[in-house]
Structure formats: C-alpha cells, structure tokens
C-alpha cells in the first residue's frame, strides 16, 4: 500500500503511498527505521478510513471551481477586452453549470474525462463546440501559471 524511502538531502524517511489515484508524500520526521515503520502504519490506517487530516490543510483545501472562476474572470476583464471577457463570462458559466450537475466542486477533481463530458454535454454543433470552448478553457487553465499563483 505504502512505502518509505528516504530523500537523498535528508535524514529522514519519507512516506509515499497513493490515494485516488494522486500520489502522496509526506515526511516521517523519523530517522530510525523501525519508528518511521510505526508511522507509516498509523497513516496507512488513517488512508484506509479515508481520514486525510495528517496530510495537513493545503492538501485538504484545494481551490473550489467557484472560487478559481471568480478570480479567472477578474484577471481576464482586467487583461483582456469586452468582448474576450464576455466570452471567457459564457464559457465559464456553462462549464460551472455542467460541473455542478456532474458533482466536481474543486479543481483536483478536474480530469481529462470531466472536460471530454462537458464538450459532448454542450448542445451546439460539434464544429462549434470546439473552437471557442476549448480556447477559453485552455486559457482558464494556463493564466495562473503565468503570473506565479
């Protein structure tokens, strides 16, 4: 289920295991072998029960889509158009729309298969699907990582 390992600039173990498919990480803060081993159960159990607290709060509080869009649309109407801006306004309601319906209120829950879903959930051409859903979604998913958020 899990594994320790140790990183090559530290002196503790570290623990890894998957959960949902996500990859897990977190540091032991054990030097000595048999006590990591004691930790990584304790924390294999707590994965087991689905009980992530020991990961800390950054893991469980990602971004909710909500508030990802809110911000997304202020970048876009400080940096961009009226008429980008109303686009990119569209777009991300529709997709919010089809995310609510579907159950995905974080952006961890973001996958491939969701926006596959949203692009056949569209009721609109599949010429007109394409273009101007894909190009606005991309740029939603690109912005932040240009200005280091």
């Known amino acids: 289920m899990s594994s320790l390992y140790r990183r090559e600039n530290s002196p503790y173990f570290w623990w890894t295991a998957r959960h949902k498919g996500r990859r897990l990480r977190k540091s032991t ?19 087991v029960l ?25 970048f876009v109407e400080k940096r961009k158009s009226d008429t980008a801006w109303h686009a990119a306004k569209g777009t991300i309601k529709r997709f919010q729309e089809y995310l609510k319906a579907i159950g995905v209120n974080r952006l961890d829950e973001l996958t ?20 101007p859903h894909h ?15």
């Open 112 to 131: 491939v298969k969701v926006l596959d879903g949203y692009v056949d959930w569209l009721k609109c051409s599949p010429k007109t699907k394409k273009k």
């Open 50 to 74: 689905d009980d992530l607290s020991f990961l800390g709060f950054s893991f469980l509080s990602p971004m909710g889509i909500s508030d990802y869009s809110k911000q997304y649309l202020e």
């Open 135 to 149: 190009n606005n979604l991309c740029d939603a998913g690109t912005s932040s990582q240009g200005r280091g958020d």
């Open 29 to 47: 803060k054990m030097t000595q072998k048999h006590l990591a081993r004691k930790v990584q159960q304790h924390w294999d159990m707590k994965l």
